[in-house]
Each structure stands twice: as structure tokens, then as C-alpha cells.
């Protein structure tokens, strides 16, 4: 199967506006990957109005697809705007979404408190439009595993002169995992419905959909351990002989667990959300952006045939060369890594500004 009838760049940052979107042709129906879009940084080198109009035609992009009889699915990985809808936002209106599936990440469990108030806002928002009126539910009684306690790998990594600083860092993220669980505990939860719009918490589960084997992983860190901006989840889809990986928001991945899962399945294609440059040496420190190219390296060494390199790291103007041992091991070992704007033979837009 060539690999444009299996999947569709829609939307990137290397198309110059935030952005993670995909479609995945199926058997009689498409599946559309987090339906989003956001106006790049303040630091981004573009006028203000040049900004807003990318995201607008990316939204318009979107929408066009939404109203596709053919796109009956839709993947939403996490809540930021970037990869869901705004509710209220006229360019992409949540009555789109009416007689679809969603397969969603839980938005009651394994979420901070951002991302809860945004899947509240959406759901809520989506439930008055397609007429439901009981969305929030007593939320289950239950005990939270501590998701860092599973990262052997990344645990068992030394790092001289920042293991004390990383320990520490640890020791508060795992406060802070504890206070969430209380907010999940007390909910209130918003429940799956059927009507309308049929909702799928899809968090570690397999589901056929359009003839396609969707894999989702659990709740995986939005960048480092105890990422305070939360979790994602990433999936593999499979149809006839071909797979791919797409992994949402995992910054690298900077987390070596999440780097050797990927490797171990063997992809065809990997959607990687490459390490946010544009944040270094501030909010992203040379220690992890090391680890993000290392991860890198291990999932290149995989040899999948293609690996779509994009999103956080195409906002600034060096990002080639923050991992150009990336970029170099691939040519080495002969897997095509391209950013989204390459792959549909455009250069990226940061490389001209």
C-alpha cells in the first residue's frame, strides 16, 4: 500500500501555524487526528496578522474535512487547542462533530487541571449542541498508580552534576500527581454518550475503526516526568500491511520508555512531535534535549521508512541545528525524515523567514 492511501499530512507547524493533524484513509470512511490549530508564539518571526491568517487557513482545512461524508471518526489526543476545537470558534463549529465518532483521551483521570476545565468546556459545549442533557456523572471510586514508577528506563538513567536537581524535580512532581488524584477522585466526571455523538475514552485500548486497527497507548507525559502540562495518548494504526505510529505530544520523546515502546512496534511511519527548541535553555534544558535526540536516535534505529518530524520544533529558526544528530543518523542509516512541508514538497516556513 503506498503510504498516501493510508494517511494525509493536514496540518503542521512547519506549515506555520500549531498544529498535529493527519488523516487516515480507511475501508468506506476517514479518520481525522486532532482537529486543531493555534497561532504560533509571540517569538515567532511573523507579523501578528500573518499569524492569525495561517491558523485560519488551517482551521478552514480542517473544517473542509469535518464536513466530509467521509471522515466519520475523529482522534483527540489531549485538550489544547492545537490538536481540539475551541468551543465557540466560528471557523471550526463543534455542530461539525454531529453523527461522528470520537475517540478521545479521558478527560476524568490521568489529566491536569487545565486540560479538565478545557474537556469540560468542549464536552458540555458539544452535549448542548447535539441535545444530551446529562454529560456529567458521580465520578468512580478508585486508586491512581503513580505512572512514573513504570519508567524503568528513565529512572534508571544517571545524569553527573543534574541527578540531584532531577531527584528533587521527581520528589514534586509525585506532590503533585497526588493533589490531581484528589480532583479526579471528587470529579464530577463526564460520561461516554451515544446519541448524537457516540464519545470513546480511548486511553490503552485497541478499536476498529474504518477498517483500521487503532492501538492506543495509556496516558503518556506531555514532555518530561511530571510534566505539568499533562497527558496525552499516542496510538498505532494498522491497516492491511502497513502501520503507523503517530505519538501526539511527547516533546521527543523525552522520555526514554515511550522511545523504546515505539521502537519495539516497528512502524512503517512515525507522526513525531519532535523536542521544543524553541523553549532551550529555559524551559527545556540541554539534559533533556539530549535525552529527546537519544530517543530519537532509538526509534530511527528501528528503520521505519518514514518518520514525519514536526510540531513543537519547527517554531524557530534553529532547530535544525539544535538536533542535527538526529537529522544525520537518519541520513545514515537511510530512513526518510522529513518535516510535514517536505513530505508535501514545500520548504518549511521558518527555513525562509
Known amino acids: 500500500m503506498e503510504w498516501g492511501k493510508f494517511f494525509e499530512i493536514v496540518w503542521f507547524d512547519s506549515l506555520g501555524a500549531k498544529s498535529a493533524s493527519v488523516l487516515l484513509h480507511g475501508e ?46 475523529i482522534i483527540i489526543t489531549h485538550y489544547h487547542y492545537d490538536h481540539h476545537p475551541r468551543p465557540g470558534d466560528p471557523l ?19 489529566i491536569n487541571e487545565s486540560q479538565w476545565r478545557r474537556a469540560r468546556l468542549f464536552f458540555e459545549s458539544l452535549a448542548k449542541i447535539i441535545g444530551v442533557e446529562r454529560v456529567l456523572v458521580e465520578p468512580e471510586s478508585k486508586e491512581y498508580v503513580d505512572p512514573v514508577m513504570s519508567l524503568q528506563l528513565a529512572l534508571s538513567k544517571k545524569f553527573p552534576g543534574y541527578d540531584d536537581r532531577r531527584r528533587e524535580l521527581i520528589s514534586k512532581g509525585r506532590e503533585w500527581f497526588r493533589r ?19 464519545t470513546v475514552w480511548a486511553d490503552g485500548r485497541k478499536i476498529q475503526a474504518c477498517g483500521i486497527e487503532i492501538e492506543f497507548t495509556p496516558p503518556w507525559f506531555h514532555g518530561v516526568e511530571y510534566d505539568r502540562t499533562g497527558w496525552v495518548i499516542g496510538f498505532q494504526a494498522r491497516r492491511a500491511n502497513i502501520s503507523l505510529f503517530y505519538t501526539s505530544d511527547v516533546m521527543g520523546p523525552i522520555i526514554e520508555d515511550y522511545a523504546e515502546e515505539i521502537a519495539k512496534n516497528r512502524p512503517d511511519i512515525v507522526v513525531l512531535d519532535g523536542p521544543p527548541t524553541y523553549l532551550y535553555p529555559y524551559m527545556l534544558n540541554r539534559i533533556n534535549l539530549e535525552r529527546a ?19 513543537h520544533l519547527l517554531r524557530e529558526k ?3 541545528e539544535r538536533v542535527r544528530p538526529v537529522i ?4 545514515r542509516r537511510g530512513v526518510a525524515l522529513l518535516t510535514a512541508a517536505e513530505y508535501l514538497g514545500k520548504k518549511p516556513l521558518i527555513d525562509t523567514l
Not at 484528589?182 to 457516540?198: C, M, S
Not at 535526540?293 to 510540531?311: F, G, Q, R
Open 180 to 198: 490531581l488524584t484528589r480532583l479526579w477522585i471528587r470529579g464530577p466526571w463526564i460520561a461516554e454518550v451515544k446519541d448524537g455523538v457516540e
Open 92 to 110: 471550526l463549529p463543534l455542530e461539525l462533530f454531529k453523527g461522528k465518532t470520537i475517540l478521545a483521551k479521558n478527560p476524568n483521570e490521568y
Open 328 to 331: 544525520e543518523h537518519a541520513a
Open 293 to 311: 535526540i537519544e530517543n530519537a536516535i532509538t526509534i530511527i534505529d528501528s528503520e521505519p521508512k518514514l518518520i514525519i518530524y514536526d510540531h
Open 318 to 320: 534553529r532547530w535544525r
Open 28 to 73: 468506506g470512511c476517514d479518520i481525522l487526528v486532532d482537529p486543531g490549530a493555534a497561532a504560533m508564539q509571540p517569538s515567532y518571526p511573523l507579523p501578528e496578522d500573518h499569524k492569525k491568517r495561517l491558523r485560519e487557513q488551517a482551521l478552514r482545512k480542517i473544517a473542509s474535512l469535518m464536513r466530509s461524508s467521509r471522515v466519520r471518526v
